[in-house]
């Protein structure tokens, strides 16, 4: 039948033989855990009369017999003694075949032809199904009177079958990956995202410990945002009380942990200002060890504690506001009695 396989190059297989360590067309043996969607025909052929033996794989993807590898060996002379076991491993298995002896091209290529028309797709798709040692039985006879007519020989054979996952044949660059699905897509870019954002912390976090001389612990914080009643960025000072978000693991999960067990509010003072590229580094006093570190690359507004100064002078102001206010309705209220009086009684 003609189809769309891809056999190994015979002249590549050739080669292979030329070599005191022939190439291996797959590479070493990974685990396999994964649900198989394909399967491996794996077969031998020991000389019973003359001196051409061989050994052949094939691997067809099971919901559409799609062969999607193929790689066979005719030795002439037969290495006597070199006896293939299908029952091993299917990459095992192929990586022997250039000690059955040196490959006989001529009938390596009609054999070739032969393959093709062993098995129809539809039987492919059957035997994937359901490979019964019977069918398995009946296909290596199928092959071996093929292996027999194409070199005139005699043989007996020995075949197996074995289930193989896609990332196996992945892995060995038998067959391309499976575009990503959505939710995997979507997976991958939140991973990017949490890589580039912990390298962009440890980018900062040694910025920001550059030309120090504190010798304690710096965590990376996030400053809380208050647009209406916050204090921009360019204004701070330090000495002011900032709110933060406390972020890692490690000493900033201790430190949120016991804010937290401690309902204490994540305020700090404001002990220093740097800044160097663009950035603005407030560094924050969590504890005489601890510092926490906050990187500002826009002017925003975020929380602040008021000092009580300000917190009187601000109660001080309303109420000098309120008298202000209620004397002048006072004086409102007798102008308007004035005018009700005149009008009424004069």
Do not use: H
């Not at 685990?31 to 061989?54: M, V």
């Not at 490690?250 to 700090?268: C, H, Q, R």
Request: a neutral charge.
């Amino acid at each position: 039948m003609a189809d769309d396989i891809n056999f190994l190059s015979v002249q590549n297989i050739a080669e292979a033989t030329k070599k005191k360590e022939p190439a291996a067309p797959v590479p070493e043996e990974t685990p396999k855990n994964d649900t198989p969607e394909f399967l491996a025909i794996k077969s031998t052929f020991i000389p019973s009369r003359g001196n051409i033996g061989g050994a052949f794989c094939n691997i067809l993807e099971g919901k559409t017999g799609r062969t999607v590898f193929q790689v066979f060996w005719l030795a002439s002379p037969y290495a006597e003694g070199v006896l293939l076991d299908p029952a091993k491993d299917w990459r095992n298995f192929v990586k022997r075949f250039p000690q059955l002896g040196p490959l006989d091209k001529n009938i390596a290529e009609k054999f070739q032809e032969q393959l093709k028309s062993i098995l129809t797709i539809e039987e492919k798709k059957k035997l994937y199904e359901n490979y019964t040692k019977v069918k398995v039985k009946q296909l290596e006879s199928i092959i071996r009177r093929s292996f027999e007519q194409v070199s005139q020989c005699v043989f007996s054979a020995q075949t197996d079958v074995e289930l193989i996952a896609r990332p196996e044949l992945e892995r060995a660059k038998v067959i391309k990956p499976l575009p990503p699905s959505p939710a995997e897509l979507a997976r991958q870019k939140a991973e990017q995202e949490e890589r580039e954002r912990q390298e962009q912390e440890e980018r900062d976090k040694q910025e920001a410990s550059k030309d120090g001389v504190f010798e304690g612990t710096i965590i990376m914080c996030q400053p809380v945002l208050d647009p209406v009643k916050g204090k921009a960025t360019s204004e701070i000072v330090p000495g002011d009380i900032v709110g933060v978000v406390i972020e890692g693991e490690g000493t900033s999960a201790l430190v949120k942990k016991y804010l937290d067990e401690n309902k204490i509010e994540p305020l700090f003072p404001v002990e220093e200002i740097k800044e160097t590229a663009g950035k603005k580094f407030f560094y924050v006093k969590i504890s005489d060890e601890i510092r926490g570190v906050l990187t500002i690359t826009k002017d925003i507004k975020i929380k602040i504690k008021e000092s009580e100064v300000t917190v009187k002078q601000r109660r001080e102001n309303s109420s000098f506001m309120g008298d202000v206010i209620f004397f002048g309705m006072l004086g409102v209220a007798a102008i308007g009695l004035i005018f009700v009086i005149r009008y009424f009684f004069l």
